[in-house]
């Protein structure tokens, strides 16, 4: 699939990057390229095929779940130039 000119100024200003006029038609060989690539990935026949997340069979191995230094909230707290109920007060940002 062929990608003209007019088409990658666009996309350019909708991804707001600059694309130097003397490199368009490179990036639309290589646009071209891509969307050819992706043709060939969507004429295979996937039939029977099941979603997968990974490439490879591979389980996650898991810690134990286990608390492993203690509780300092109220050391950190006491640090803090504003706190009320548990919780640090900051300045408003956003009106």
Same mark, same amino acid.
């Given at each position: ?28 060989? &290589?646009?071209?390229?891509? !969307?050819? %690539?992706?043709? @060939?990935?969507? +004429? ?27 509780? &300092?909230?109220?050391?950190? !707290?006491? %640090?803090?130039? @504003?706190?009320? +109920? ?10």
């Amino acid at each position: 699939m062929a990608v003209d000119a007019q088409t990658v100024e666009k996309l350019a200003e909708l991804a707001r990057i600059a694309i130097s006029k003397e490199t368009i038609e490179e990036v639309s060989s &290589r646009l071209g390229d891509v !969307l050819q %690539l992706v043709d @060939q990935l969507q +004429a295979v026949n996937t039939d029977g095929v099941l979603p997968m997340a990974h490439p490879l069979d591979e389980v996650q191995v898991l810690r134990r779940d286990q608390v492993t230094e203690p509780n &300092r909230r109220e050391e950190f !707290l006491a %640090l803090a130039p @504003q706190t009320e +109920a548990g919780l640090y007060l900051v300045p408003k940002v956003i009106d």
